[in-house]
């Protein structure tokens, strides 16, 4: 009897314990996740084992790992913005864009000689020929040269066939720069033949204006036509002001694109904008190509230092780097995932849209799906136009290109993950008009503070990015003047009003030029003291994300190199 009533209560426990187990599975199975996100998909089998550790999560639950107190790394759904506003940078209205010449500034009329012709060929793709065409202008002012206008490089990485009035408006280019410099659109002929075969050279980096009439005028007194070739970045950054000034006017007024192109870049802005009232365009550059070139590595083990190795063989000359090392210094881009985590702590909800300018991903899709899952309103101009749109465009890669520069010049906040030409020059001019918010990485500091974010709570994690990326985040006097590239901190075009706070920023800012902008203004900022040591990359831009692009690199290696002309240069085209 005792052994029977012992058994009646242990088959009751029994039951009790299974029942209690059921509850909670089934409890378990309708809870919603801890993380206020989408839960990232789960890929293959066979994409799991080749994950790269440090640029994904290693399943979907590792935001969710338990710090000290047992509190969870939990990313918030909506944005916190701090008190302020994180759409605007602060204190634009104080600045303006001011790059009209001064009285001493000579017409060209006046200076102009009637027999020397400056030729430019550019190299590089649609950013890169940018700086080269801006620049070609203000060596032939120095030069008192009439400029040829320049063509474009049509054999390097990118095989791109547009010739300079496909892309620009080049009956614009000339008009608006008459006062300045002569340019025709071809060299004159007699008798049917052009009046003189041209000289072939090449100019150092960085020339300075004595230096091109130390090297460049004797032979155009000589030859009268000079072809420069390779041109890109061939011009001092230290100039007068006139001479920077000019440079405003190139490249924030001349060079326009043609009407096929902003009409297209319109569209997709309007497409942007009828989904929410503010957008980010952020410029992923996360291609193998500029992984490999860097040399930086992600924590993908064997396979990703075989795949990343073997496209970093095609430069004999490269230095040995130490990966882990270039990743710890901030010398690589921030993963996909690393970025959207940095916009989530400095204020942005995953309501946020979001514009991805980018060309082929490492790790395609897999390597995405944590930024998506953090900003899940995606987009690019392959999601946001048809085919048949696109159509027109989808051959040529600078044209796609100037597609991607319209709309992130044209974004509420653009976000560069390097600092490389489209970088570069959109910085400048987002300066310059308007001074729309830009952010730049502070790689240096965000790549620790991602590797141990499991460790922190959310709430900690997201303040010491805030702090991080002070002096990060485009506001006006970031950096002094003269720091950096030119064409990144245009700091002799950008004026500070003296008018108290609080005056309307209408009546602050003043329009000097028009080209069909209503308002010229910009600052001059963005750097921060850890500043990034970053190729000029500007490739792979017209490419769908998540797509592969062919085996091809092109780049400004000279910016890696001491010497001025080595074997690597020949890459560059």
């Known amino acids: 009897m005792v052994t029977a009533a012992r058994m009646s209560g242990m088959t009751a426990i029994s039951a009790a314990a299974l029942f209690i187990f059921m509850v909670l599975a089934f409890l378990t199975v309708l809870a919603p996740p801890l993380v206020d996100q989408p839960a990232f998909p789960n890929p293959p089998e066979h994409s799991r084992r080749a994950r790269r550790s440090s640029m994904l999560l290693e399943n979907p639950m590792e935001m969710k790992g338990k710090v000290s107190g047992g509190e969870i790394f939990r990313v918030p759904n909506g944005g916190d913005m701090q008190g ?59 030069l008192n040269a009439t400029l040829v206008v320049p063509t474009l490089d049509q054999m390097s990485f990118w095989k791109d066939a547009s010739n300079f009035t496909e892309v620009f408006d080049v009956e614009w280019f000339i008009s608006s720069l008459s006062k300045d410099v002569k340019i025709v659109k071809e060299l004159p002929s007699k008798g049917g033949k052009v009046i003189a075969t041209p000289y072939r050279m090449r100019v150092p980096r960085k020339c300075t204006p004595r230096c091109y009439q130390n090297r460049v005028f004797p032979a155009l007194l000589k030859k009268r036509v000079v072809q420069l070739t390779k041109f890109d970045y061939r011009l001092s950054n230290k100039l007068e002001n006139d001479l920077q000034k000019l440079r405003c006017r190139v490249n924030y007024h001349a060079l326009r694109f043609t009407d096929p192109i902003r009409k297209m870049g319109e569209t997709l ?122 159509s027109p465009f989808l051959p040529f890669s600078s044209r796609m290109a100037a597609l991607d520069y319209i709309v992130c010049d044209e974004s509420d906040v653009f976000v560069t993950n390097n600092n490389g030409n489209m970088a570069k020059m959109l910085a400048g001019r987002r300066r310059y008009f308007g001074h729309k918010r830009t952010i730049r990485p502070n790689a240096k500091k965000l790549y620790s503070l991602c590797q141990n974010r499991t460790s922190l709570t959310w709430d900690v994690f997201a303040s010491k990015i805030r702090t991080f990326q002070k002096g990060f985040m485009g506001e006006p006097n970031e950096i002094r003047p003269g720091r950096g590239e030119f064409h990144e901190n245009p700091s002799t075009c950008i004026c500070e009003t003296k008018s108290e706070a609080g005056f309307s920023a209408q009546v602050q800012q003043r329009v000097e030029i028009k080209d069909g902008r209503d308002n010229l203004s910009r600052s001059e900022a963005l750097s921060g003291s850890d500043e990034q040591d970053w190729g000029d990359w ?24 001491k010497n001025e002309d080595t074997d690597l240069e020949e890459f560059s085209d």
């Open 84 to 142: 302020s506003d994180i759409w605007e940078s602060k204190g634009s209205r104080y600045f303006y864009g001011c790059s009209n010449a001064s009285k001493e500034f000579e017409k060209a009329d006046a200076i102009i000689y009637p027999d020397r012709y400056l030729m430019i060929s550019t190299s590089g793709g649609l950013n890169q020929q940018r700086t080269g065409i801006t620049d070609a202008v203000v060596a032939a002012r120095i």
């Open 269 to 390: 802005i309007k497409r942007m904008k009828s989904k929410s009232k503010h957008f980010i365009a952020l410029h992923l550059r996360f291609e193998p190509d500029m992984l490999a070139f860097s040399g930086c590595y992600y924590g993908g083990g064997d396979k990703e230092r075989l795949e990343l190795g073997t496209i970093r063989k095609r430069w004999k000359n490269l230095h040995e780097s130490n990966p882990d090392k270039e990743r710890r210094q901030g010398r690589c881009p921030l993963t996909p995932e690393e970025v959207g985590l940095m916009l989530r702590a400095l204020g942005f909800g995953n309501d946020v849209h979001i514009y991805v300018a980018s060309g082929e991903v490492y790790g395609g899709e897999e390597t995405l799906a944590p930024l998506k899952a953090l900003f899940p309103n995606f987009h690019s101009k392959d999601t946001l136009a048809s085919k048949e749109e696109l």
């Open 538 to 561: 500007d490739y792979g831009e017209t490419v769908p994300v998540g797509k592969a692009l062919p085996n091809r690199t092109a780049v400004d290696y000279d910016h890696f190199l």
